[in-house]
């Protein structure tokens, strides 16, 4: 639901949070995007909210580390970088 | 004399990650990786779920910074948030999940994680932690922890939430705001972060 024009309008603190609760339309969220970009007060609000709602899960909101670190090297392209040897996917048995 | 790492700007990472350090990338994933997760968690809903997303925002970014399309001008978190938006957005329409509905008088915060992959010990803290945030949203005032509840945790949108307690819907998203901003208030006096979270 569009509740007024942003191409007219600046964003609110409201809808910073109907853009992460993925509220806004499409056409919407992409004014967001860019509004994101060019705005650097609309992004300290966005993540300051990210930054609040991280509280209500953060264990949830926190990606396992060695998982996410692995992920930086396991795509084909990647360089090897000597860390991989101790990743958990190489001791699990991926062969590089 | 050279800038210590962790004080170089998105950018400078990045270009640092393109030259051959992959330490850069680590870096500049470290910097933003809880509220990219945050963001997909917000969609999906689902711990395992989130994982797996999250892997998928982690390769389509490196692929997208080799191939030359990360602007330097731009800003690296909403760039990357958006990534991971998208691709929660994409996963939730071809699955069409039904959104897990709770008791908002007896909302349970741990009841949507999967704890299969989970020690006994993380467990222990998980859950201690989720008890903490329980007695936060207690603290709040009435008509903010309403709200927070209806969204977080029996998963109302913000228009059902404004139609049941009779307000407009600026004024649900208003009254979840300041709720944010007092539980991250209240949490920091009790001395409750992120940096208490799990790996």
């Not at chain 1, 705005?39 to 990606?63: F, G, K, Q, W």
């Not at chain 2, 709770?102 to 989720?130: C, G, P, T, V, W």
Request: proline share 3%.
């Amino acid at each position: 639901m569009r509740l007024e024009s942003h191409k007219t309008q600046p964003f609110t603190d409201e809808d910073v949070l109907r853009y992460l609760y993925a509220e806004m339309n499409e056409e919407e969220s992409q004014d967001f995007e860019l509004a994101l970009e060019q705005n650097e007060n609309l992004n300290e609000r966005y993540e300051e909210m990210l930054d609040c709602l991280a509280i209500l899960s953060p264990s949830v909101a926190e990606p396992k580390e060695k998982q996410w670190t692995f992920t930086a090297f396991f795509l084909p392209e990647a360089k090897t970088a000597p860390h991989i040897l101790f990743s958990p996917c190489t001791q699990a048995g991926f062969a590089f | 004399m050279n800038k210590p790492l962790i004080r170089l700007a998105d950018h400078e990472l990045v270009n640092g990650y393109l030259a051959g350090n992959d330490y850069y990338f680590e870096i500049l994933l470290g910097r933003y990786k809880s509220k990219i997760h945050t963001t997909i968690y917000l969609i999906v809903k689902d711990r395992d779920i989130t994982e797996d997303i999250f892997q998928d925002v982690m390769m389509k970014i490196i692929r997208m910074i080799r191939a030359g399309k990360y602007n330097d001008e731009g800003k690296f978190l909403p760039w990357a948030a958006r990534i991971a938006r998208n691709l929660a957005i994409d996963f939730f329409r071809k699955n069409q999940k039904a959104p897990i509905q709770r008791d908002s008088e007896n909302y349970d915060l741990a009841a949507n994680f999967s704890r299969s992959d989970i020690s006994a010990d993380q467990k222990i803290i998980m859950e201690e932690h989720e008890r903490y945030v329980r007695e936060l949203i207690q603290q709040l005032p009435d008509k903010q922890r309403e709200v927070l509840v209806m969204r977080s945790y029996a998963d109302l949108s913000f228009k059902e939430i404004a139609e049941i307690t009779n307000v407009s819907i600026n004024t649900a998203l208003g009254r979840m705001r300041y709720a944010l901003i007092n539980l991250k208030k209240l949490a920091d006096e009790a001395g409750i972060s992120q940096n208490s979270t799990l790996h």
